[in-house]
């Protein structure tokens, strides 16, 4: 069970390209998603939290038009990186998390995202 | 200090032997805990999350806590080389219902 599918895998694109990552919740249905950015031989970073319905919780420093987030249902939610450049290259893996804070959250398989 | 430390490693253990890792955390509040295991270019995967004291066991994985301590551990008995990867403390912040990750401590295990 808690099973969090993240698509796609893997992109390679051009600068200034918009790129989208969606994020579903296979068998469980998640109130709270999370996305996070992770840089080589770095820990997971906090990008933003969102509530299904409602808008997205954006960390400090994360620009809000930048990564643009959708959290349209109980199970899937959306980031898209608007106008990538170079600087956005990341790894990018998305969370959720059903109910009540104190559960565990189920992470994506993650994206890798090459801006050329 | 960190919010949540670990020995960055590596840890490095002989297959059969018995891996303990080890965090601790800041947040004297916190009452959520969680280990992580992540393999070279994948995301995190659960292991274990551990809400009260004491130990908690599945299959060859044991989460201790220790709240007055302000620790929490992971031991793997009968290593095998498979789980050689970068294990992440985690903790639930009570305050902003945040996930804090510890750096990560990278195990290594040899045949």
């Known amino acids: 069970g808690a099973v969090v599918s993240q698509h796609p895998s893997r992109v390679i694109c051009k600068s200034g390209t918009s790129v989208k990552i969606e994020c579903r919740s296979l068998?469980?249905?998640?109130?709270?998603m999370f996305w996070y950015r992770q840089f080589p031989k770095q820990s997971l970073m906090l990008m933003a939290t969102s509530n299904e319905g409602s808008k997205a919780t954006y960390e400090q420093g994360v620009e809000k038009d930048k990564f643009l987030i959708n959290h349209a249902s109980l199970t899937l939610s959306t980031l898209t990186v608007t106008s990538a450049h170079p600087e956005d290259s990341s790894f990018y893996i998305c969370?959720?998390?059903?109910?009540?804070?104190?559960?565990?959250?189920?992470f994506g398989d993650g994206t890798r995202l090459s801006i050329l | 200090q960190k919010e949540v430390e670990q020995n960055s490693g590596p840890l490095s253990v002989p297959e059969g032997a018995i891996a303990s890792l080890n965090c601790t955390y800041s947040?004297?509040?916190?009452?959520?805990f969680f280990w992580y295991r992540q393999y070279s270019g994948k995301s995190p995967e659960l292991i274990m999350s551990i809400y009260s004291n004491g130990d908690k066991e599945d299959g060859r994985f044991t989460a201790q806590l220790n709240k007055a301590s302000q620790y929490v551990s992971l031991l793997i008995r009968d290593s095998q080389p498979s789980d050689s990867a970068t294990y992440l403390c985690?903790?639930?912040?009570?305050?902003?219902?945040?996930?804090?990750f510890g750096t990560g401590t990278r195990l290594q295990v040899f045949p």
């Open positions: 969370s959720a998390r059903q109910f009540w804070g104190n559960q565990p959250q189920h």
């Open positions: 068998d469980f249905q998640a109130t709270t």
């Open positions: 985690a903790v639930l912040s009570y305050n902003t219902d945040k996930l804090i």
């Open positions: 947040d004297r509040v916190s009452q959520s």
